[in-house]
Structures are given as C-alpha cells and as structure tokens.
C-alpha cells in the first residue's frame, strides 16, 4: 500500500484539479486529499465560491480520491503524513521547493500544472465576487 496526499481549495473544480488528482493517485495506491476550510482560506487571503462542504463532497465524489480530510493551518502536514502513513506528498508546481522540508517523512513531489485554467480565472470570466459564497 502507497499512500499519498495532496492539498488545495478545489473552488469551483476544474479539468486542472481533475488532472492533478488523477496523476497524483498514479503514484500510489490510495490518494488523500487534504480541502482547504473556509476559515483557513481566509487566512490564506482567498474566498472560495463554493463553500468547504460542498467543496470536500466534489472531491470526494471523484473515483481517484479515497479520502478527504479538511485542511485547517499550514501546520499539520507533518502531523497529517504521520498520522495517514503516507508515503508520496504532491502539490503543483506552484509551490515548488516549498514543501522539500517535509522530505524527512516522505517523498516529496511536485507535479505540472494544467495551463490555461485557474479557479481565479474562473472567477474572473465568470465576473463571480470572489467575496461572496453559494450557500450550497
Ligand atoms: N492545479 C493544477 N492546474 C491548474 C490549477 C490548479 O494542477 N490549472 C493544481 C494546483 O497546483 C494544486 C491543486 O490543483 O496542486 C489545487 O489548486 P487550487 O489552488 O485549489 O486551484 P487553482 O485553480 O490554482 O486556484 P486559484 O486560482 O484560487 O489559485
């Protein structure tokens, strides 16, 4: 069993997530994913669209993803890899060479983005507040 885990908001889901999803459980045999809560959101400086609930039940809805567990602070991935027995950490190439310091409890991978799409972009075409929440 290799698992591995990823993290993210996923507002208002896209072909870019879908990939990153599907690629990162190619890497092992069950995938976590860690959904960012709308209170840590806020603290990140975003706002999600669709709110942590709604979120978290389109991820896990999708047949890669074993797992979904809420993203609270920028603490708890060492904890979260311990606790999982996790083996392969991913996130996009966004962050690269952010998360290396966790390469003393597993492996660390950075995978490429989907070009041309972004939640924000979305956002933005769509002409979406990004201040204001579906309440669903
Ligand atoms: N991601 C990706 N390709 C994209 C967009 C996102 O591979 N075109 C990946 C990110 O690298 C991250 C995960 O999807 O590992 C979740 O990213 P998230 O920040 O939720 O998505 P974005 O669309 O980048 O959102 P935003 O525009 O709010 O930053």
Same mark, same amino acid.
């Given at each position: 069993m290799k698992t591995v885990i990823t993290y993210g908001?996923? =507002?208002? @889901?896209h072909v870019g997530h879908l990939r990153i999803l599907t690629r990162a459980k190619a890497l092992g045999n069950r995938l976590i994913v860690a959904v960012s809560t709308d209170e840590f959101n806020f603290v990140k400086g975003k706002s999600s669209v669709i709110p942590y609930a709604s979120r978290a039940e389109i991820v896990a809805g999708?047949?890669?993803?074993d797992q979904v567990i809420p993203e609270?602070?920028? =603490?708890?991935k060492i904890s979260d890899i311990k606790n999982w027995s996790v083996d392969v950490f991913v996130m996009g190439? =966004?962050?690269?060479?952010? @998360? =290396?310091?966790?390469s003393d409890y597993c492996e660390v991978t950075y995978l490429d983005r989907t070009s041309g799409v972004s939640s924000t972009m979305i956002k933005r075409t769509v002409g979406a507040s990004s201040s204001s929440a579906i309440g669903f």
């Open positions: 908001t996923f =507002d208002l @889901f999708l047949s890669c993803v609270e602070n920028w =603490d708890q190439h =966004d962050w690269d060479g952010k @998360f =290396d310091y966790l």
